[in-house]
């Protein structure tokens, strides 16, 4: 069924879907920062994170590979799988996670949500086509917006931990994780357009979190103290709902929107996630909101949304 046969209602339930999964994922950064003030290490949230959220994508990955056979499956799609499990997944994953150590969670999320105009980008150079000064203008817009908030960070850290060195370290490092992530939109959309978003996901997650899970024992064993290693107490409750408010739930919310409304209109609904990253930090962690960030936010919005719609226009011709 094509979009312009689709229903209203479901058109509306799924753009309130991916809203709520952009706010949801946006709410991740909060308990991190929750963690590592208790203690925990970059290596110990994500190991959790993955331990708590694997038996879910694990049954859905089995529940889901029952339609298909094993000839179905090329050696192509997995060294795709491959690629976006580790590359697109765990490497993002632990480099967005790292940047939490130095930068605000509204820096963060706005750098990690400019990954729409590095796949416009990609998707051009892969096509040996260069960018159309529409999408030029929309990549100039939401680094502009970037560059907002990164320049006020800068100008305002004056402690060890907020220094201009630690700032851009932390830039850099979300950074490379929207390029890595963008390079997993790129390199995901033959897999899921074969096999179905349910069996990628649940295949994908399983092999992030073997090489998480191998990544964070190596750190252990170098550490040679687990007791440090492991969350104790409260810090544990920080763990269970970046795993369940932060990863499942808006996995399969997500989804489900890119299964009524498609993914130019989840990815224009997704515009959310830094806006709602700031409400979220201002209001639980007390970081600032200045008129740079709110500069900030427009420039990214206006940029992504122009992306997007360019490419829905193009699409339909």
Known sequence: MQLSETPSKPIRSGILLAVGGAILFSSKGIFIKYAYADGLSTETVMLFRMLLSLPVFLYIAIKSSKAFSRSDITRRDIMAALYCGIFGYYLSTWLSFFS?????VQLERIILFSYPALVVLMAAIAARAWPTRRMGGAA?????GVASVFGYELLAGNTEQASPTNIALGAASVGMAAVFYASYVLASK????KFGSALFTGVT??????????????????????????????SFIPLVMIAVL?????????????????????????TMGPVAAALIAVTFLGEAFT?????????????????????SKTMKE
């Open 100 to 104: 939490l150590h130095f930068i605000s």
């Open 291 to 311: 008129v740079f960030h709110a500069l900030s936010l427009v420039l990214c919005t206006a940029g992504i949304v122009l992306i997007t719609r360019r490419k």
């Open 140 to 144: 100039l817009l939401t680094y502009l």
């Open 190 to 193: 033959s897999l899921i357009t």
């Open 246 to 270: 932060g990863t499942i739930i808006p996995s399969f919310m997500l989804a489900e929107a890119i299964a009524r409304v498609g993914p130019e209109r989840t990815a224009i609904s997704g």
């Open 205 to 234: 997650m399983s092999i992030s979190a073997v090489a998480i899970g191998m990544h964070s024992l190596i750190i252990a064993f170098s550490e040679q103290d687990m007791a440090t290693f492991l969350p104790a107490g409260n």
